[in-house]
């Protein structure tokens, strides 16, 4: 399974950007697809998840802001991000859970400042 993420750049407080994971695979075959990020010196932590059944999730810290998406026909899953912070610069990495097996994108930089 390959995962490619894309999307990400340089936007200012309160903009938006949209991030695109597009697998290599159906995700009906897949158990699980989310969106993680990492910002320099922290742990890798969960953003928004997101099933098959199109059943989603976002963490509180994004809630209401970030909306996980995916577009079945084209096996890609996005990740429409809005009001960005400074504190959401981050890479932003896309993962998926295909049985026992865990497999990550190569990571898109997000870096929101003025």
């Known amino acids: 399974v390959q995962l490619q993420a894309s999307g990400g750049g340089v936007v200012q407080p309160g903009g938006s950007l949209r991030l695109s994971c597009a697998a290599s695979v159906s995700f009906l075959d897949m158990n699980f697809m989310a969106w993680y990020r990492q910002a320099p010196g922290k742990e890798r932590d969960l953003v928004a998840g997101i099933t098959p059944a199109n059943r989603a999730n976002t963490v509180d810290t994004v809630k209401g802001r970030f909306t996980i998406s995916m577009d079945n026909a084209k096996n890609t899953v996005f990740l429409q991000m809005n009001s960005l912070k400074p504190e959401d610069s981050a890479v932003y990495y896309c993962?998926?859970?295909?049985?026992?097996?865990?497999?990550w994108g190569q990571g898109t930089q997000v870096t929101v400042s003025s």
């Open positions: 993962y998926a859970n295909l049985g026992s097996r865990r497999y």
